[in-house]
């Protein structure tokens, strides 16, 4: 895949989260599937994310960029935002995204800049705008995250509550 690109925090982040034995960078990644598919997030603040994505070897059958793409790397930025606004103890939970496809790229790298159109205490809303290298927006995505306080145990994100 590409060269490996460090996620670049403002000060502030780095000392909220400074002393909690976390890798910052990889806790606030685009886990295995962003891996798979070359996400790379460049900056991360509460106030905006911003990643790159290749189309080569994420496109579709006719050899655009596949609109889950676009997708992955809303949601990436979107719940990295989350997260950093609720800050150390909590994590951020997709609830509901959206997004419109505006044009079809078949090559090169595409932007993406996740900015907050809420920030409150349990949710967090971010629109994520979706760039070529040419600047024209292919994509433009909505993301709400639920924010939650981080449960010792991990296997309890996957089970919903009784009676959901």
């Known amino acids: 895949m590409g060269e490996h690109t460090r996620t670049t925090f403002p000060q502030e982040i780095l000392d909220q989260w400074a002393g909690l034995g976390l890798d910052l960078p990889g806790l606030f990644s685009a886990g295995h599937l962003g891996e798979r598919m070359d996400l790379r997030i460049?900056?991360?603040?509460?106030?905006?994310?911003t990643g790159t994505l290749p189309v080569e070897g994420n496109t579709q059958p006719y050899g655009l960029l596949h609109g889950g793409a676009s997708a992955v790397l809303a949601e990436t930025l979107g719940s990295v935002g989350a997260m950093l606004h609720r800050g150390p103890g909590g994590i951020a939970v997709g609830v509901d995204l959206n997004c419109t496809h505006h044009r079809g790229?078949?090559?090169?790298l595409i932007t993406g800049t996740a900015t907050p159109v809420h920030l409150?205490?349990?949710t967090a809303t971010y629109?994520?705008?979706?760039?070529?290298?040419?600047?024209?927006r292919v994509c433009t995505a909505r993301l709400t995250c639920?924010?939650?306080?981080?449960?010792?145990?991990?296997?309890?994100?996957?089970?919903?509550?009784?009676g959901r």
């Open 146 to 162: 639920l924010l939650r306080d981080a449960s010792p145990d991990a296997d309890t994100l996957a089970t919903p509550p009784e």
């Open 120 to 122: 409150g205490r349990s």
């Open 127 to 136: 629109e994520t705008v979706v760039t070529g290298e040419d600047g024209r």
């Open 105 to 108: 790229v078949r090559s090169g």
């Open 42 to 49: 460049l900056y991360a603040s509460p106030e905006k994310v």
